[in-house]
């Protein structure tokens, strides 16, 4: 199954045969699991997220068309599926009540320069919750998977331009969070955009 | 200044290089010659490295197995693809129309399987509830009914599968809650917290191993509104958390379990206590760990006094140079709380 293409791997998926599924799974759930992890902000929602794009792929495997690239149209899942979660009232509540901070092991604290780390990690955390979810989406796309204008505008529905407006205008909140000092930092990052 | 503007509105495309080469090559030649444009360009590359900090998050191991899990019922062991002669297509189509006839036929003596009031015994309502504010959910094919928790068995038989685990509150004219849940038919228990039945119930929700649906989440939410209040809580219901704080495979559920057991009153802090001792010796995760402290710490508190143990696994866990740095520091504040 490694050396099979992403598109060989789907024709053998739609034609009813789900042994691929795993090997899918094992080259995109690390990156579908961190783009809901920091879209959401919840580990555990994050999972039920991953496990949806997952059951959705086979579910819908007969909707993917072999033109178009396979992590384009998982992360068009994983969107939808944080969007919908956000936008439920009940679960707002939820994350605004479980806001996530990832614990790291004692293997993972050492020394200084890793609280250090730990504290830019967790100041851009913080940073990327002030966005609105329609920029928090854009620069995760961009920034952190690699994805370009033209993919993530067919992800978010909306058009190229739109998606520029969407990252400049979070670079600009983050830039004011980020580089502005720590005092002037933390009142920079109640202006909202 | 317009080309300034026009540069600095170019930034982010710079960074992610989306920009085409001709437009990124007179913006740099821009920067290079403009000390606003150079300071602004500086600010966005520092942003640029700050959200470098941020790592991947592994991929908990559990979500792939959950997946397999999926994969798995989908295609069911020992299936073997035949060499397929079609079958022909009249003979499908008969097959399919005696599938739909056993369904439907299935579902309606199902449905008014249900119906018959009992002789003696326990006593069924059909809806409407009698809790004030339980409303039927729309269930097709069986009926819904309403069951006292006085009348639950004393033993749930076998495994079943209850799915769509609903919490009511009582509405301030009741002292009565309700859980209401799908089984084969759709189910409303009601009754007095303390009810043996009802916490029955809910102990069975809350070790179901099923993490597809919020039921056990919002089972361990319950727990905390509803009992918090209590002066000796139910034995059971303390067990059940015990059991789902040891034996769940998902951190999220334990966490809530310890939560949980946190809100639980001291009436039955030993049990408690001894299952929090356990989470903080033996959970994996450091977030377990800190909730355990936490929630032991308030155990002190409330005036509980600690064996000898505790308070020294308090004290390793506190100078434990391999442990998480954030657990050492809750044991320490912890032990600074208890009276020793």
Redesign the interface.
């Given at each position: 199954m490694k050396g099979l293409s992403d598109q060989e791997l789907m024709k053998l998926v739609q034609s009813g045969d789900f042994s691929p599924a795993a090997e899918v799974f094992d080259r995109y759930s690390a990156r579908i699991y961190n783009f809901a992890y920091r879209f959401l902000r919840n580990a555990e929602a994050a999972e039920d997220a991953t496990q949806e794009v997952f059951v959705k792929m086979l579910k819908y495997a007969t909707q993917f068309h072999g033109d178009a690239k396979l992590s384009t149209w998982l992360f068009s899942i994983a969107a939808n599926h944080c969007r919908d979660y956000l936008r439920k009232a009940e679960n707002r509540n939820r994350e605004s009540d479980e806001t996530l901070i990832h614990l790291p092991t004692s293997s993972e604290l050492a020394p200084d320069r890793d609280l250090e780390r730990k504290e830019d990690e967790l100041r851009v955390q913080k940073a990327l919750t002030v966005l609105t979810p329609e920029q928090r989406e854009a620069i995760l796309l961009s920034r952190y998977q690699g994805l370009s204008y033209a993919e993530i505008a067919q992800i978010a529905g909306c058009s190229e331009g739109a998606v520029k407006t969407r990252v400049f205008r979070a670079m600009e909140t983050l830039k004011k969070a980020l580089t502005e000092p720590a005092s002037g930092g933390n009142e920079c990052l109640n202006v909202m955009p | 200044m317009p080309e300034c503007d026009a540069v600095r509105?170019a930034?982010?495309?710079l960074?992610?290089e989306?920009l085409e080469s001709d437009l990124r090559e007179r913006s740099h030649l821009h920067i290079e010659g403009c000390e606003e444009c150079a300071l602004q360009w500086e600010?966005?590359r520092?942003?640029w490295t700050?959200?470098d900090?941020?790592?991947?998050?592994?991929?908990?191991t559990r979500?792939?197995v959950?997946?397999?899990d999926?994969?798995a019922s989908?295609?069911p062991a020992g299936t073997v693809v035949p060499m397929a002669r079609p079958r022909p297509v009249v003979r499908r189509w008969l097959a399919q129309a005696a599938a739909m006839v056993i369904l439907v036929g299935g579902s309606f003596y199902a449905g008014h399987r249900t119906i018959p009031a009992p002789v003696s015994g326990p006593k069924n309502y059909v809806t409407p509830a009698t809790v004030n504010n339980v409303s039927t959910t729309p269930f097709s094919i069986a009926e819904s009914q309403v069951v006292s928790a006085s009348q639950i068995s004393p033993d749930i038989e076998g495994r079943p599968q209850i799915r769509n685990v609903r919490f009511l509150e009582p509405d301030g004219t009741s002292e009565k809650v309700a859980i209401a849940f799908d089984m084969t038919s759709h189910v409303t228990v009601t009754g007095r917290p303390d009810e043996k039945g009802l916490v029955r119930v809910l102990s069975y929700v809350l070790q179901n191993q099923d993490h597809?649906s919020l039921s056990k989440?919002n089972a361990m939410a319950f727990v905390k509104e509803t009992y918090s209040g209590e002066t000796s809580p139910n034995p059971d219901l303390v067990r059940a958390l015990a059991n789902v704080l040891k034996n769940d495979t998902?951190?999220?559920a334990r966490i809530k379990a310890v939560e949980a057991l946190r809100s639980i009153p001291p009436g039955s802090a030993s049990a408690a206590r001894s299952a929090l001792v356990e989470a903080l010796k033996n959970d994996p995760n450091?977030?377990v760990r800190?909730k355990a402290i936490d929630a032991l710490a308030n155990l002190a508190k409330s005036g509980e006094s600690f064996d000898s143990a505790t308070v020294d696994l308090l004290r390793q866990k506190a100078g434990q140079n391999?442990?998480?740095?954030?657990v050492r520091v809750k044991a320490a504040e912890a032990l600074g709380q208890i009276n020793l």
């Open positions: - | 509105e930034m982010p495309a960074l992610l989306s600010n966005w520092l942003t700050a959200m900090s941020l790592h991947d998050v592994p991929v908990p979500l792939r959950r997946f397999l999926h994969v989908l295609t597809s989440s998902h951190e999220g450091p977030a800190i391999d442990e998480n740095l954030y």
